[in-house]
């Protein structure tokens, strides 16, 4: 399998502090992987070294076999949801043609094939019907269903989502982790940060369990059969219901 995202002995420093050190990690081509671990682990800080908008300090990140930097390779990002300033005053569609504006440059008017790409993202994420809707007249869920359309209009090989479900409801959170699993399946890399191991178990195809560096990656199944593993992770003692989640799913 090729790598789409490439992080070689990474270190990231911020305020100071080592916040990531030694970190190895690849998504291939196809492969739904989940980032998991305590907070403050350091999920978000990878994602934005992926980005390009932090640079590590050793190490390598690469996607789709060049160097990550800011803006130089369309690579879908969907933030934590109050990253997003939704009270701008633009709508839907508007919003989800921003995630175009990189690869059309910024003086450039949209054409065809870009209001159908925005078209499809939105059909994906089933939201065609609020296109006009100033975004901050929406419901979360539908903000995030907004986000995700964004991330997806410039069709990019890798998709990176922070905690994309907090705070949506179950036929949301139904409808978004079956278009990741799509999504990956045909043919991208997908990279997403949960805090629902359960669903993370049950719906990726690969866990990296994350404590400032990867401590273990590998099937679910495998890892969740690792207690002690956890247990060390995420501080937490015999008693966690963690512990229940992980003995469901080995
Ligand atoms: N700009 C910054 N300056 C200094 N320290 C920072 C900065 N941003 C994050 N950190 C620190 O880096 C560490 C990792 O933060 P990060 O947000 O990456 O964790 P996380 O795993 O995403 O956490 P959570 O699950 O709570 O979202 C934390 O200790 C945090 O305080």
Redesign the pocket.
Known sequence: MSAVVSVEGVAVR??G?L?LRDVDLDVARGELVGLI?P???????LLRTLLGLLSPMRGTVTIAGRRARAGAIPIGYVPQRHEFAWEFPISVEQVVMTGLTGKLGLLRRPGVAEWRAVDEALERVRIADLRTRPVGELSGGQRQRVAVARALAPQPAALLLD?PFTGLDMPTQDLLSELFASLAREGRAVLM?T?DIAGAIHGCDRLALLDRTIVAAGSPQRLARDAGLWMRTFGVGERSPLLRILKAAA
Do not use: D, F, M
């Open positions: 911020l305020g502090r916040v671990g907070n403050g682990a350091g999920k978000t800080t905690e940060t805090h």
